[in-house]
């Protein structure tokens, strides 16, 4: 997790890292299609019951029952988001939900979309995502003695430290943010602040 609005300096985040709060390795990312922008927030991971009830397991930082949305995107191929109708949720756990979908009534049909990827577009993200969950930080600005980078297209969670892929004239950059590199996140602005190693830059670019 990272630290909030109010406390985001280096030090609390290298007390973070000390407390061993990355313990997995996840990969959060941000696609753009010709009309709309989605961030992936979990995956469908089981079937429940046997009247068509799906377990969602999501990284959007809190226990949540996805109130206020309308509909998840499911990709059922790669890069192909449908969207599927939701008739009800409820809360499993702090990182899962179950979640029923209209038109999965059986067991069967259910576990047809065990495994696939769950999107949302930019305005349903933002609004369910807790702030201090990495996958909070997809589109904000890295930073970097004052020259902005470019925006967060993935986030790459590792044990001791996170990693942010962005994109520079066409060209893949993988920003580390730890306890040396990381200055602050201004979540108001949308903007990480970095200090990065001599010649980082100029090994992608």
Not at 18 to 43: D, N, W
Not at 44 to 60: M, R
Not at 82 to 92: A, E, V, Y
Request: charged share 25%.
């Amino acid at each position: 997790m990272f630290p909030s609005r109010h406390r985001c300096g280096t030090g609390f985040f290298l007390s973070l890292l000390q407390k061993k709060v990355f313990r997995r390795f996840h990969i959060y990312t941000k696609l753009s299609s010709s009309v709309a922008e989605y961030f992936k927030i979990g995956k469908l991971v089981g079937a429940f019951g046997l009247k068509g009830e799906l377990v969602l397991k999501h990284v959007l930082g809190k226990k949540t029952s996805l109130n206020g949305l309308q509909a998840i995107f499911i990709e059922e191929t790669k890069k192909s988001f449908l969207p599927w109708f939701i008739q009800s949720t409820r809360n499993k756990n702090d990182a899962e939900v179950y979640i029923k979908l209209e038109n999965i009534d059986t067991r069967e049909n259910a576990i047809k979309f065990v495994q696939k990827n769950v999107w949302l577009p930019d305005q349903d993200f933002k609004k369910i995502i807790d702030k201090s969950a990495p996958a909070a930080l997809l589109d904000y600005n890295i930073i970097h003695e004052k020259n902005a980078l470019g925006p967060v297209l993935e986030v790459m969670e590792q044990p001791h430290q996170v990693i942010c892929r962005i994109d520079i004239r066409g060209k893949e950059v993988l920003i580390p943010l730890n306890d040396e590199t990381l200055q602050k996140i201004d979540h108001k602005k949308k903007e990480i602040h970095v200090q990065l190693p001599e010649g980082l830059l100029e090994v992608y670019l």
